[in-house]
Structure formats: structure tokens, C-alpha cells
């Protein structure tokens, strides 16, 4: 069983980036066929799937944060990594990893693999 756990700071000012790290225990992130997301969830809204990375580390990126958006990936560390550029209040959110045999998923039941989130709040 895969247990995933987000690091990163809480609270980023306006117009910087946003980096937080997912680490990987009891399992690999290298395992065939599966794919490393980031999903963020802001309040009062459904979850939004922003990207991931495949087992292979081939990466994809929703059409609307594309152009923000960077997911890498430390195999030796077992961790991959979101950096959100141009951060706004809009990006206020938790912020979760997952893990899946799928990626573009908006549902939680959807995933193998979930870690508990992180709050990440874009205020000066």
C-alpha cells in the first residue's frame, strides 16, 4: 500500500511560486502504469485536477493551468514535485497528491492512492 504525504509551505504571497513536494512510501512512483497527480480542492468548489506524471515521467497538465503548471519527479527520493507560477488568491486551495492507473480524474473514489492534503493559502 502506497502512502503519500505533501510537503510544502502554507502560505506564498502574490504573483510568486507555489512549490510543494509529494513523497512516496511503501511503493514506487516507477510502478508500471500509473500515474502521479496533483488535485487541488478550493472552498465551496469541486476538486480540480491540475496535472501529473507517469511512471515513465512523461508529464501532462490541465489545458487551463498548462501554462503555469510544472511537475517533476525524484526517483532516487521517491518524490515528485508541483510548482505553480504567478500564484494568485484564486490559487487558495488544499492541495493533494494521488496516484492512479489514469490521469484527468475529478473524483476521489477514482484513485488508488491519496495523501491527506495540504492548505496552501495566496495572500500578501
Known amino acids: 500500500q502506497v502512502q503519500l504525504q505533501e510537503s510544502g509551505p502554507g502560505l506564498v504571497k502574490p504573483s510568486q511560486t507555489l512549490s510543494l513536494t509529494c513523497t512516496a512510501s511503501?511503493?514506487?512512483?516507477?510502478?508500471?502504469?500509473?500515474?502521479w497527480s496533483w488535485i487541488r480542492q478550493s472552498l465551496g468548489k469541486g476538486l480540480e485536477w491540475m496535472g501529473a506524471?507517469?511512471?515513465?515521467?512523461?508529464?501532462y497538465y490541465s489545458p487551463t493551468l498548462k501554462s503555469r503548471t510544472s511537475i517533476s519527479r525524484d526517483t532516487s527520493k521517491n518524490q515528485f514535485t508541483l510548482q505553480l507560477s504567478s500564484v494568485t488568491p484564486e490559487d487558495t486551495a488544499v492541495y493533494y497528491c494521488?496516484?492512479?492507473?489514469?490521469?484527468?480524474?475529478?473524483?476521489?473514489?477514482?484513485?488508488?492512492?491519496w495523501g491527506q492534503g495540504t492548505q496552501v493559502t495566496v495572500s500578501s
Open positions: 511503501g511503493g514506487s512512483i516507477t510502478t508500471d502504469r500509473y500515474y
Open positions: 506524471i507517469a511512471w515513465t515521467g512523461s508529464t
Open positions: 494521488a496516484g492512479a492507473e489514469g490521469l484527468g480524474y475529478t473524483e476521489r473514489y477514482e484513485y488508488d492512492y
